[in-house]
């Protein structure tokens, strides 16, 4: 019982601490975010398992940890406004080739993170010729270029 509900805890600690950091950290991984993410990662192996290095735990722990994302699914499939507290809603960053400086810093996002977006996806240059940039849910840019 004790190695379900450390991963019950662990998994709740992850989801808010992912939760603050934004989705910005979805948009970007840096070497630092790399290293930073295998830091958690051992951190969350040890919390988990703690001194139970058996098959059994980590199986017990791998179960727990799909059951409780799958609970979350069902939550957010079922519950109004549970999947937009959790995953947060799409946030328009550019508008009719303008840009939305507010929600853009509180999204953490740069002009240039747009721009490389624009590029990417869309192979616009220019800021004008965006009609819309969009902060979506899982951290990606979509861009919607003018007609």
Known sequence: MDMILRAVVIY???????????RRALLQMTSFDLILLLIISEATQQALL???F???????SIVTLIVMDM???KIKKYLPGAEEMID???VILV???????????MADISEDDIMVSARNNQGLTALSQIKFAILESNGHISIIAQQ
Do not use: N, Q, Y
């Not at 709740?12 to 934004?22: D, E, S």
């Not at 058996?54 to 017990?60: A, E, R």
């Open 71 to 73: 609970l979350f699914g």
């Open 54 to 60: 058996s098959v059994t735990g980590s199986v017990l």
């Open 12 to 22: 709740l600690v992850l989801v808010l601490v992912f939760k603050i950091a934004g």
């Open 88 to 90: 947060g809603s799409p």
């Open 50 to 52: 703690g001194s139970d």
């Open 95 to 105: 508008e009719h080739g303008v840009l939305m400086r507010e929600k853009m810093r």
